[in-house]
């Protein structure tokens, strides 16, 4: 009987959990009410787009594209600023990475949050959700803007699209104009600017963000307008590729009047910066990369090891503080952009001066020729026996064992491409040195501890290394691939300021006077130099042309990955890159005379850079092409 | 029994085999197009480069669609082009390359000038394009090997159409030495290869001008042949070099 009860109840039991129905959302996936209605959702989901925003930071190469570690063809070996041993001249963007494919996504993420969010509004207050609107606009502006700069107009989505849908045509759009594009990244920005927060957490954008992004963006439009020469137009009339001339003062007023709404929230970082003072003026700028709270950073991405990292400490450190990858000197800088900079002996042509009356000039220390040069050049670039992490950087292309009766002549003839001769050069082909004997009986290694090596491309092969963005007291033992963590400044004030100044520039060129352009230029590119321990212009009439302003965003934004992105605006990019091939500053030792003296010569290499003009604009993948027919192809390809 | 059963396996698999064969209903593409792109003032045909930097013909096949993705076939470096693996088709055909536009069109995108021919490619098809170039780059005499061992070439440079609106400023002049007969801007070699380079309106001088570049980087090695052209460019565009043809010279 007993035995019976169970029966029953245990049927019981089993009969009423079958009533609870299976049709229950699975709980192993995220759904949007998890997202939408608590902060902490939100703040996962902007992490999620913020880490997929196509900025070329640190983990960027033209030949791998975005987010990937191995950097060793750095940018900056595609500009002019540097050479790199992995970097045998000029190149677009590998189209096989090209960030088409990944921009498209995120912006369909940033187009799902903007449709969905306001489903949720009445968790929040109207604030908050206005300034997350606006971070999402600012999320979708960023990303169509990295898409305009490079291919010219694109397909505006700006609505989730939804497949498979009834009508596939809808799906098939077309690319918008050029012009179209940047109006819509304006609009994003302008509303970004009008919503967001005044603050936000760090690697998040607030209002200033968005104004500072806005200022870029309508900087690199202007600029197009005035200098473009390419035209493309579809068969409806939409001109994909190049702006009108005449659209060249509404852009560069547009990036005018973005810049002076950042004015008031930031400013240069001067922390340690003292007036005369050019140690503390060095210092200061050194410090400035790596000051979480620095005043000047506008927008940054942040890493963290061992979560989110990067490799640039381990690929560029100088050779004799290599790490336990083995990789060095991959980012070179050039003697073409060390000359940018002021304080240094130059020729009449502007070149830097080596020898006087046909003969060398000798110096007790390498450092001796750069006495007096402009704090900024040392803290951005190594300069041939300048301190580093407590060392100094020795680099020597060899010993000179020559006469030095009379002075030294050039070793080579002006403007000759040949390699150095071995009469009267001891050299090394590696780090494995035999030290060789001088005259007074000491011994010395023919090459330096970082170079320059004749048969090993992992030392500094212009005759400088890199500096920016190198963490100062970072041990050896951490110099590694993926276990860097400094934050990449993808925005900073000096940025604004130089926008500012090229578009006031630019405003005067054309002709505007609704204000004194020229002298608000003078006063940006003053302030820049000013911090930068440079000589300052006496007067706006300083600003003769407009290479005035752009050397000055050269030197200030160097190895920022920034340069490639103004050559193509200005279109320079293929006069300045025509079979050219960049100079190094070659140090030696003169074992008579126990001097050195610098040879200033074309890179040994002999690496030629030709800038092809149909990558103004760049190839659209064929494999988005076949995906739609509406889509067409940049002229040239 | 046993003989059945493998009566029946053989028949199987012969029959399974056998309808493994395929057959591709679609002829293999085979139908030729050739032609040359001719300079209009000479009457020869224009020379460019190999690769993307020279002329290219564009195919536009219409006779499915209305808005087809183009199918482009390079030049040879001597103007002329050869491709024999075209399916049979109507075609819009243009060129592209150092010369005024075929087909150009307004600001608005509308189609203001068309000289691209529609053609129903079958068999050998000959199309031939009569173009203006934006710069007709001419030998003076022959290239000549000079004592010290380098090489001197003379030429001069006219403008190839009258419209002003491709007489854009000169911006380079090279003469391009190679070891091999293909050479042009993207094959050279840039060690013996001058260049000069002209900012704004200053080359328009030169027009008509007998112009002579030697080569640098000192003596040439001997005991081979070079090959030279000059190549010229302006600032329209793409910037495409016109070139000259190509010389043979010896350096015993």
């Known amino acids: ?637 | 029994m046993k003989k059945i059963l493998y009566t029946i396996a053989v028949c199987a698999i012969a029959l399974g085999g056998s309808s493994c064969k395929k057959l591709d209903n679609y002829e293999e593409p085979q139908e030729t197009l050739t032609g040359s792109v001719i300079d209009a003032g000479t009457g020869k045909t224009l020379q460019t480069e190999n690769g993307g930097g020279g002329t290219r013909i564009k195919l536009l096949e219409i006779s499915w669609s209305d808005n087809p993705t183009p199918f482009y076939i390079a030049s040879m470096q001597d103007g002329t082009f050869n491709y024999t693996k075209l399916f049979a088709g109507k075609n819009k055909i243009s060129a592209e390359g150092a010369f005024v536009p075929l087909v150009q069109t307004d600001g608005s995108g509308a189609t203001t000038v068309d000289k691209s021919q529609t053609v129903d490619i079958k068999g050998t098809t000959t199309v031939n394009f009569s173009v203006d170039p934006l710069l007709r780059v001419e030998w003076v005499g022959e290239p000549v090997l000079n004592a010290d061992g380098t090489v001197s070439a003379s030429f001069k440079i006219t403008r190839g159409t009258s419209d002003p609106a491709f007489q854009n400023d000169i911006t380079d002049v090279h003469l391009f030495l190679n070891s091999n007969k293909f050479v042009g801007n993207n094959n050279y070699d840039n060690r013996y290869s001058p260049q000069t380079d002209f900012s704004g309106s200053s080359a328009n001088a030169q027009l008509g001008q007998t112009i002579t570049l030697t080569t640098k980087g000192g003596p040439l090695p001997t005991k081979r042949d070079y090959f030279v052209r000059i190549g010229a460019r302006t600032n329209y565009g793409l910037k495409y070099y016109n070139y000259t043809d190509v010389k043979t010279i010896s350096v015993p």
């Open chain 1, 1 to 637: 009987m007993k035995k019976n009860i169970y029966i029953i109840i245990c049927f019981l039991v089993c009969w009423t959990t079958a009533c609870k129905k299976l049709d229950v959302p699975p709980i192993n996936i995220i759904q949007d009410k998890d997202v939408f209605t608590s902060t902490g959702g939100i703040q996962a989901y902007m992490a999620r787009i913020y880490s997929e925003l196509p900025i070329e930071d640190f983990r960027y190469s033209p030949q791998r594209g975005l987010n990937f570690f191995w950097i060793i063809s750095p940018f900056p070996a595609v500009t002019g600023e540097a050479l790199s041993r992995d970097q045998n001249g000029a190149m677009q963007e590998n189209v096989g990475e090209s960030p088409w494919g990944d921009c498209y996504k995120l912006i369909r993420d940033a187009n799902y949050f903007i449709e969905n969010m306001p489903k949720y509004a009445s968790t929040y207050t109207p604030a908050q959700v206005n300034s997350w609107l606006g971070e999402a606009r600012f999320i979708r502006a960023l990303t169509y803007f990295a898409l305009v700069k490079r291919y010219g107009g694109v397909p505006i989505v700006d609505k989730v699209l939804e497949y498979p849908t009834a009508n596939i045509d809808d799906l098939n759009i077309a690319r918008a104009s050029e012009e179209a594009v940047y109006d819509f990244v304006a609009a994003d920005l302008d509303f970004a600017y009008a919503n967001l927060s005044e603050s936000n957490q760090a690697g998040r954008a607030n209002r200033y963000a968005a104004a500072a992004f806005k200022s870029r963006a309508m900087l690199y439009a202007g600029s197009i307008a005035k200098y473009n020469t390419t035209t493309l137009s579809d068969g409806a009339g939409n001109r994909v590729c190049g702006i009108p001339s005449s659209k060249a003062v509404t852009y560069f007023k547009a990036a005018y009047d973005a810049a002076l709404l950042v004015a008031p929230k930031y400013s240069l970082y001067k922390k340690v910066w003292a007036a005369g003072d050019k140690e503390a003026q060095f210092q200061n700028y050194v410090n400035m990369f790596y000051d979480e709270s620095s005043n000047e950073n506008i927008f940054v991405k942040q890493y963290h090891y061992p979560e989110s990292v990067h490799g640039y400490d381990a690929y560029n450190v100088p050779r004799q503080l290599m790490g336990g990858n083995g990789y060095s000197s991959a980012v070179n800088p050039t003697l073409n952009y060390v000359e940018l900079f002021d304080g240094l002996p130059k020729n009449a042509d502007g070149t830097l001066r080596t020898t006087t009356s046909g003969k060398y000039d000798l110096y007790t220390n390498t450092m001796d020729l750069f006495a007096n040069a402009e704090p900024r050049l040392r803290a951005t670039v190594i300069l041939p026996g300048d301190q580093f992490k407590g060392q100094s950087i020795e680099i020597r292309r060899g010993i000179y064992t020559g006469s030095s009766a009379g002075g030294i002549s050039p070793i080579l003839a002006p403007g000759s491409t040949s390699n150095y001769p071995t009469a009267n050069i001891v050299q090394s082909s590696n780090a494995n040195q035999t030290p060789y004997k001088l005259p007074d009986g000491t011994t010395m290694n023919p090459a330096g501890l970082s170079g320059v090596f004749t048969g090993d491309g992992t030392c500094a092969i212009s005759g400088f290394s890199i500096r920016k963005y190198l963490v100062p007291d970072k041990p050896t033992s951490e110099v590694l691939e993926n276990r860097s963590d400094q934050t990449w400044i993808e925005m900073r004030y000096a940025e604004v300021l130089l926008n500012r100044a090229e578009a006031a520039y630019e405003l005067n060129a054309l002709g505007q006077n609704d204000k004194d352009y020229l002298q608000d230029a003078f006063l940006d590119i003053n302030q820049i130099r000013e911090r930068a321990g440079a000589t300052l212009l006496a007067g706006p009439g300083d600003l003769s042309n407009v290479n005035v302003v752009r050397k000055e965003r050269r030197k200030e934004l160097g190895f920022e990955n920034k340069i490639w992105w103004d050559m193509r605006r200005w279109r320079t990019a293929d006069t300045e890159q025509n079979s050219t091939i960049y100079r190094v500053l070659m140090p030696f030792y003169s074992a008579n005379d126990k001097k050195y003296f610098f040879d200033a010569r074309t890179d040994e290499r002999n690496v030629r850079y030709t800038f092809d003009v149909r990558w103004y604009y760049e190839e659209i993948p064929n494999g988005e092409i076949q995906k739609s027919q509406k889509l067409i192809q940049n002229p040239g390809y």
